[in-house]
């Protein structure tokens, strides 16, 4: 076993029972997936140990949040020494607010990409989405546009769960049983891996609904569910130039690609795009803490308010003091260790590890080893090994204790680690992914 957590007063087993009985996982069927899964205690680093006392290796950094690795007590002290300052403040009406979003919001404006400087707080990724997608609409109905609110998304794309978010998330899994979507969405495909011009099926699309219909464009400016490949060189600089041609907001959704997962501390900085309006979470408090901000640009922000009608939106937690001290102490860390170039130099030695793993894993496409700073991917090859394979091998990921990600059924591994991992540790992770390929290949026989 391993030392008592705060607050924890029942025994392991007590705690394995009452979460069988009482926890509704997410994204899962309660009666049909109940095959055991660890339940942490703590952490360090990138390691994890469960209430059992067994040791994880986390490739994917929680949920891609945790850029920092677990354990950090400069972000935790921070939290508490906030919380005795100011339990709570709110950021409701005009006029109120509290230091650490203030500070923080100055701090987003250096930060985010050019003309971003108006920020909305909120406390995770699928309010952001909903906030935007708000913003979108409002701009344009207070501004005597009220048929200028379809917003276009992509297939294969991730955006949350609030009825908004789930809307645009481009994956039919989403959209069933759970009644009428909101209307006005509509989705175009991804562009494929090396294509040019790939930004015209945005034009088609808006050609399609009519121009004088549709609000915005929002996407990730690389996508996590459609394989981890970063979009081609002309793709994001075509997007802005067609959203900028009918006069369409483009909304990049950064809550898992922005504050330096992808080598830039936000991925549309790669092609020097700047977006009229920004979602960003997770990463920004390394996890610590609930938050999230949406930007938006001083253009947005007037025809946000140009009618004098308000804005009648946000919630309670948005914005905590606890949640913007730690985002800025976040920063402090992120500057102060160059994490941004560490995303890009762990990225690239990872990627070519796993190039190296696939000369003796013939199940490993080689040619597919890619990263993007911190995402890190490989394919496997479903088509001669069988689906079979790649079920069986997540399995065995999670009985050789190492978190990965899997996408497009199973054919992309991906790694979201902790930007700040070291190679010893990518290392480790990927021993734990050669020994679960070898134990796939002895249970099949392949
Ligand atoms: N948008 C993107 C791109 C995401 O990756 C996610 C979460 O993974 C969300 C939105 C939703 O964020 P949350 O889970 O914090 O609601």
Same mark, same amino acid.
């Given at each position: ?35 055991? @899964?660890?339940? #942490? ?27 920092? *690795?677990? @354990? ?52 995770? *990724? ?18 005597? !546009? =009220? ?43 991804? =562009?494929?891996? @090396?294509?040019? @011009? ?100 001083? /253009?947005? !922000? ?8 308000? #804005? ?42 796993? *190039? ?35 079920? /069986?091998?997540?399995?065995?990921? %999670?009985?050789?204790? %190492? ?44």
């Amino acid at each position: 076993g391993v030392g008592a957590a705060t607050g924890i007063t029942a025994a392991p087993t007590q705690l394995i029972g009452y979460d069988r009985q009482h926890v509704m996982h997410g994204f899962t069927n309660l009666d049909r997936d109940l095959a055991p @899964g660890p339940i #942490f205690q703590s952490g360090k680093g990138i390691r994890l140990v469960d209430v059992e006392g067994n040791e994880w290796l986390d490739g994917c950094a929680g949920q891609a949040n945790v850029s920092l *690795g677990y @354990g950090r007590d400069e972000l935790a002290d921070v939290a508490a020494s906030t919380l005795k300052s100011l339990a709570f403040g709110t950021h409701f009406y005009h006029n109120r607010s509290h230091v650490w979003a203030s500070q923080l919001a100055d701090r987003l404006a250096d930060i985010t990409p050019s003309g971003i400087d108006q920020f909305f707080y909120g406390v995770g *990724g699928s309010d952001a989405v909903e906030t935007a997608i708000k913003i979108a609409r409002f701009a344009n109905i207070t501004n005597g !546009r =009220p048929d200028k609110i379809h917003i276009i998304g992509r297939m294969n794309s991730y955006h949350g769960v609030s009825y908004g978010g789930a809307s645009m998330t481009g994956d039919h899994a989403m959209w069933a049983n759970i009644g009428p979507l909101l209307s006005g969405f509509s989705h175009i495909s991804q =562009p494929e891996i @090396g294509s040019v @011009g790939a930004a015209s099926a945005l034009e088609e699309e808006i050609l399609r609904v009519g121009p004088e219909n549709v609000a915005a464009f929002l996407a990730e400016p690389i996508s996590t569910p459609n394989g981890l490949y970063c979009p081609p060189d002309d793709y994001w600089p075509q997007i802005r130039e067609i959203c900028d041609r009918y006069d369409i907001l483009l909304i990049a959704d950064e809550v898992l690609c922005g504050i330096g997962r992808t080598g830039k501390m936000f991925a549309i900085d790669r092609w020097n795009v700047s977006p009229d309006i920004l979602t960003i979470s997770k990463a920004i408090t390394a996890g610590y803490f609930p938050l999230s901000v949406v930007g938006v640009t001083e /253009r947005v !922000r007037a025809a946000l308010s140009a009618s004098g009608e308000k #804005f009648v939106h946000g919630v309670t937690n948005g914005g905590h003091p606890a949640a913007c001290a730690v985002a800025l102490a976040t920063f402090d860390i992120m500057e102060r260790e160059d994490v941004v170039g560490q995303a890009v130099r762990g990225g690239n030695y990872f990627a070519q590890q796993l *190039g190296k793993l696939a000369d003796s894993q013939p199940i490993l496409d080689k040619s597919t080893a890619r990263s993007t700073g911190m995402m890190v991917a490989i394919n496997l090859k479903l088509d001669e090994y069988g689906d079979e394979f790649g079920v /069986r091998v997540h399995e065995e990921f %999670v009985r050789r204790r %190492v978190l990965v990600r899997s996408y497009r059924n199973n054919r992309t591994i991906g790694f979201l680690p902790a930007l700040t991992i070291v190679n010893q540790d990518i290392d480790a992770i990927v021993d734990r992914v050669a020994e679960s390929i070898d134990a796939t290949r002895a249970l099949l026989g392949v």
